[in-house]
T-cell receptor, first 112, second 117 residues
Framework: DQQVKQNSPSLSVQEGRISILNCDYT??????FLWYKKYPAEGPTFLIS?????DKNEDGRFTVFLNKSAKHLSLHIVPSQPGDSAVYFC???????????FGKGTRLHILP | DTAVSQTPKYLVTQMGNDKSIKCEQN?????MYWYKQDSKKFLKIMFS???????INETVPNRFSPKSPDKAHLNLHINSLELGDSAVYFC????????????????FGPGTRLTVT
């Protein structure tokens, strides 16, 4: 039972354009959401998070949007850079202090 | 300076053996975790420890036993290894948030790829 779903296994985007990674969740009790980035042979690294009291959080080139009614969040990267090529994991928890449930990940390829 | 380190990075062993994976963090965090990433790429939490105390113990076979000698270390011991144990195991740590059980913005180690033959 996947509570956090990333339905696109991979995504290719031209350098300089916007990358949009999507994530859906089924548990309406989730109220804290995170994105992690993972390079091959390395552990995931925290990227950005958002609490359910917000619908947008921005950090430099990265913006996370949350649509609670649709149980959907997305990560926007603009402009996309070659170093953004990685696997991106969406994650969620029921409160800030509960276990994190990860999605399966989306592999992002930034094309030159 | 490595924040969260794991040893070994690769581990190949036969069914029935007992093996350990070590994890150390130098971030001064209070909470540490073990995750398993299986062949389907799902990253699932196995255990978490807060100040050497077991906080989360997911539905994991009791062949898996975490051991935390101090809050900077969380080792994973696996008895009687099975083929299905083959996976990448990640250790992680986070700063305790206000005395609660688990923080976010976890810092992950590089992973240990375990192959059971």
């Amino acid at each position: 039972d996947q509570q956090v779903k990333q339905n696109s296994p991979s995504l290719s985007v031209q350098e300089g354009r916007i990358s949009i990674l999507n994530c859906d969740y089924t548990n309406s009790m989730f109220d804290y959401f995170l994105w992690y980035k993972k390079y091959p042979a390395e552990g995931p690294t925290f990227l950005i998070s958002i609490s359910s009291i917000k619908d947008k959080n921005e950090d430099g080139r990265f913006t996370v949007f949350l649509n609670k009614s649709a149980k959907h969040l997305s990560l926007h990267i603009v402009p996309s850079q070659p170093g953004d090529s990685a696997v991106y994991f969406c994650a969620a928890s029921e409160n800030r202090d509960d276990k994190i449930i990860f999605g399966k990940g989306t592999r992002l390829h930034i094309l030159p | 300076d490595t924040a969260v380190s794991q040893t070994p990075k690769y581990l190949v062993t036969q069914m029935g053996n007992d093996k350990s994976i070590k994890c150390e963090q130098n971030l001064g965090h209070d909470t540490m975790y073990w995750y398993k990433q299986d062949s389907k790429k799902f990253l699932k939490i196995m255990f978490s420890y807060n100040n050497k105390e077991l906080i989360i113990n997911e539905t994991v076979p009791n062949r898996f036993s975490p051991k935390s000698p101090d809050k900077a270390h969380l080792n994973l011991h696996i008895n009687s290894l099975e083929l299905g144990d083959s996976a990448v195991y990640f250790c992680a740590s986070s700063q305790d948030s206000g005395g609660t059980t688990m923080g976010h913005e976890q810092y992950f180690g590089p992973g240990t790829r375990l192959t059971v033959t």
